[in-house]
């Protein structure tokens, strides 16, 4: 079967979620997705933007999605995929708990919230959580990858989804995330989805950009494509 999610839109600027995810459903129970073949060697990452007030559908949705897979029965008599889900909000937590902060943290976020802003050279309390989660380039996606490693040693990673990118915006930028994955998850026949509360375009002149929420200036991201754009296929 072919055709792409692309151009399900509605009248109303709302998205027909349900559509959309009967069609990833497709894609990702496809033998060539799962197996990541005919991508040349690159590294299989995917992006699937949806309108920022549609979260809520979205995440009931990426739960069914992950059932869906895990208890299918595989057309070309393979195996049903097991999902691993990495919330990021949920890493957030975990990375200041293990150091026995977290109810330091919560403590002290009114007092540190003396100027509330998206920026955390002004904000003292996202400039600490950023400290904490992101001020060492190498601790979030460490984190990440160790997980992806336990889970896959137990068979639990055939597919990767990670999710909650607005909720940790700004002290975890998606595009940077993304970046910093290269080189620890490079497991070429495991696809990595990321859900994009926002939209990932791409062009010839601008090449691929990521807005949050459809509104904040745009990262660059080049390696990923885009689930909305992909042919449904055997």
């Known amino acids: 079967m072919t055709g792409s999610i692309d151009g399900v839109d509605s009248e ?20 060539r997705f799962r197996t990541s073949s005919g991508l040349a060697g690159e590294q299989p990452y995917y992006i699937y933007d949806y309108p920022a007030e549609q979260e809520l559908e979205v995440a009931d949705h990426i739960r069914l999605l992950k059932t869906q897979l895990e208890t299918m029965t595989p057309a070309d008599g393979g195996y049903a995929p097991q999902v691993l889900v990495i919330d990021l ?16 943290v919560l403590g002290i976020e009114e007092s540190r919230h003396t100027i509330v802003s998206a920026d955390t050279r ?14 060492d ?10 997980r992806y490693e336990q889970a896959k040693a137990e068979g639990k990673a055939d597919i990767i989804f990670i999710t909650g990118a ?16 290269q080189g620890r998850i490079d497991d070429l026949e495991h696809p990595l989805v990321l859900f994009y509360p926002g939209t990932f375009t791409r062009s010839a002149v601008a090449g691929s950009t990521m807005s949050l929420f459809g509104r904040l ?18």
């Not at 002004?122 to 001020?135: E, N, Q, V």
């Not at 380039?137 to 160790?146: C, E, G, H, N, W």
Request: aromatic share 8%.
């Open 12 to 31: 109303n600027g709302h998205r027909d979620i349900d559509a959309e995810f009967a069609r990833l459903r497709e894609i990702m129970a496809s033998r």
């Open 89 to 104: 909000y949920d890493v957030a937590l975990e990375i200041i708990d293990e150091r026995k902060l977290l109810d330091r």
């Open 122 to 135: 002004t904000d003292k309390f996202l400039s600490l959580l950023d400290t904490m989660i992101a001020g």
């Open 137 to 146: 380039t190498s601790k979030l996606p460490d984190f990440i990858r160790d």
């Open 166 to 181: 607005g909720k940790v915006y700004p002290y975890i930028r998606a595009h940077a995330l993304l970046n910093s994955l």
């Open 217 to 234: 200036p745009g990262d660059n991201y080049y390696r990923a494509r885009s689930l909305r754009e992909m042919s449904v296929r055997a």
